[in-house]
Structure formats: C-alpha cells, structure tokens
C-alpha cells in the first residue's frame, strides 16, 4: 500500500525542530525562505503556480515558534490546508509594493533590532524575488541585518527522513515501470521527438504526477549530447537510444537513465555499457558513511577513465530529492561526509569514439552499513530494442 499524500505534522515539526537548533548555535534569529523546494521542506505547500516568475513567496522560520508565511492572496487557500497557521498575503503583483512592506513589517515583528536574519546564499541557491524590492525590503528593516545561513537548509535537507525515501522510492518505481515499456515506443523509423512525447506518456500512465525532465539522445556508437532537446530524426538501426528521466511523484524526484540499442549492438557500445555499469556498482559499493562524495568520483572514475579526473560532464552523480539535482556533487573537490538518509545519483559516463559518448545513472540511498537501491539497477548487457 502507498504512502498517503504530503507528510503529517509531526514530520514537519521535526524538521523545523532541528533547523531551530542550528539557528540557535549560529546565532541567527530567522531564516527567510523564497525558493519552491525550500519553502515546501518547512510547510508542505505544494504547487506548479511556481512556474509563473510573476509572484514572490516568502516563509519566515523563527528561532522559536511556528513558521509565518508571507504570500500572495492566491496561495491563501491551499497554504491553509497545510499545517502553517500564521499567512499574511497581499494582493499580487502589487507594482507599487509588490509584499515588501508586509515581509519587513513581518521581519520586524518576529526580530529584535540588531537581529541576524540568514538567506540561503551558497552554491546551487537563488534569491526568488527582484532585487529592487531585495534593497527596499533590507532598507526597511532597521538595524537588523541578512547573512548567509550557513547552509544549515541546504545541510539538513541532504538528509532524508525514512517517509522522504519512501516517495523518492515510489518515483523510481514508476519510471522503472516506464522504461520497461520502452519497446512499446521506440523502434526503428519513429523520430526521437516522438519516442520523447510517448514516453512521457509512460511515465504519467505508470503513476508520474509529471515530468518535468526528460532528456536523451540517439545515433550510431552513442551520442554526442545529453541536454540538447529531441530532434525529428528517426531511429535507425545501429542507434543507441538513451532517455534520461526526472518524474514527480508527490513532489518527490527520481533521476535516472536507460541506454538501449536498436539492433545487436557495436563491440565498442556493448563494451561501453559493460564499462559503465562496472562503474556504477564501484560507486555503489564506496557509498557508505564515512566516505566523501569525492570518494564516490574517484571510484567510478577509475573505472571509466583509468582515473583522470572525469570528462567535460563535470560531476559523476549528486543529490536528489524534492529537486531533480541537489547537493552534494560528486567531483573531487566535494568532500561532504556521506551520511544515512543522504539519497543520491551516480551518473558516470565514457567516450565511445571521438564524438560519441554514454552514460549511465542509477539512484541510490546511504543507510548505516553502505547503500541500497532505489532504482533498480541494469543489467551489463545493453537493452535490445529490435532483434
């Protein structure tokens, strides 16, 4: 049976209970929150509205007491159905006073003067609201003053409660479901771009509240590409076809890929994935505590590169969670402790020729004695699509 919708109360009081803890030692009086993801790990406020740039959103957490929300009237009725109690809203866009007034008459009212306000400020961070109204809201709160947090949300959401996992766990769940039905969609003479759209349709018809992300590639001996969007070129024999998926399922992320060949694969592709597989498992074997996300780098780099330092990609996996990437980045200059809760990806990748490359990714989670699967992990031997 699935877990119910969002999260009860006390999964939210415990969040907050710890982030007032590091407030406290830190010596900061409240955090104010702007982004989506950070705005929902404290009240649950779940919404697509985010993808109009139009609104601002703010959540005050106070060192003591509940969080405040400070939102546009539209959000009023769904914020109420979480466990926030305290919403001051205004009607928005507001272009004279588009909610400065009330966000600093609110700071001012849950501060003291001389307070120290913390905004999340380090890597992988934004600041969700325009500048000009940042300097006015700073101008009008009078001796009291914004610092970073001290990636006290950045460190704590890292660590996921076992309900987290659990929906994290159900998003791999469908997108497993997904892939399984790639031989429905994919074949040879059907454009990318419409194997794209269908399998999408997988992932919605398997369970997928949506699919923010899907990204993939297609031609002879890999591809040159992750990122770039589907073109209407058709698959043809010889291809390898990968899709690359990040699907929600209550607000939860998973972020994993599949590479498949259509028709008997190259000796170099099939030697490639074999590779990259052997990869991912020498990652999957250094993911326990105590080990570095460098360490997790290192590991599948060997293997992928004969340890030089990885390729252009930058990174060999990272955080994942209510955001289809999070940190920690697995590069070698990342040297953050690998903890239980912590759920991650490992994506290495390789160069098949000289303009063709491949990856592969998995998702896993950090327990007491190592790592445990998330998505169900390949087979060494590439996919088949056509015989």
């Not at 803890?21 to 989506?36: D, I, Q, R, V």
């Not at 009240?43 to 740039?53: A, I």
């Not at 600041?127 to 003053?145: E, H, I, K, N, T």
Request: with cysteine; glycine share 10%.
């Amino acid at each position: 049976m699935s877990d119910p919708r969002g999260f009860p109360p006390a999964e939210y009081r415990e969040r907050l209970a710890k982030a007032q803890a590091a407030m406290a030692k830190a010596g900061l009086s409240a955090l104010l929150l702007t982004t989506e993801a950070d705005l929902r790990y404290f009240s649950g406020f779940l919404t697509r509205f985010w993808e109009s740039p139009t609104r601002p959103w703010f959540l005050i957490v106070p060192r003591t007491g509940d969080p405040v929300a400070v939102i546009p009237s539209i959000g009023v009725p769904l914020m109420a159905s979480t466990w926030i109690a305290d919403i001051r809203s205004w009607r928005a866009p507001d272009y004279d006073d588009d909610g400065v007034s009330l966000l600093a008459t609110t700071l001012c009212e849950i501060t003291s003067e001389g307070a120290v306000i913390g905004v999340p400020r380090g890597l992988a961070t934004h600041l969700r609201m325009p500048l000009g109204d940042w300097d006015r809201v700073q101008a009008a709160v009078g001796s009291r003053r914004f610092e970073g947090d001290g990636a006290i949300v950045q460190s704590q959401r890292m660590i996921k409660s076992p309900a987290e996992i659990r929906k994290i766990s159900a998003a791999c769940a469908v997108a497993d479901r997904a892939f399984a039905r790639v031989a429905e969609i994919a074949r040879t003479g059907v454009p990318l771009s419409e194997v794209f759209r269908r399998f999408q349709m997988l992932c919605l018809a398997e369970g997928a509240d949506w699919v923010p992300y899907l990204a993939g590639a297609a031609g002879p001996m890999g591809y040159s590409d992750v990122i770039s969007p589907a073109t209407d070129r058709p698959l043809a024999l010889g291809d390898v076809l990968m899709l690359d998926t990040g699907l929600v399922v209550d607000g939860y992320f998973c972020d994993f890929d599949r590479n498949f060949s259509l028709g008997p694969p190259e000796a170099a592709v099939a030697e490639a994935h074999d590779t990259l597989i052997a990869a991912t498992l020498a990652g999957f074997e250094a993911a326990r505590p105590g080990n570095t996300a460098a360490d997790l780098f290192h590991a599948m780099d060997r293997i992928v590169t004969g340890g030089a330092g990885g390729s252009d990609a930058g990174r060999l996996g990272h955080g994942l969670g209510m955001q289809l990437t999070e940190q920690p980045s697995l590069i070698p200059a990342d040297h953050t402790p690998l903890a239980p809760g912590m759920v991650l990806t490992l994506e290495p990748g390789m160069v098949v020729s000289e303009d063709r490359i491949m990856v592969h990714e998995e998702n896993i989670v950090i327990t007491e004695t190592g790592a445990a699967w998330l998505s169900t992990p390949a087979a060494a031997r590439i996919e088949v699509l056509e015989t």
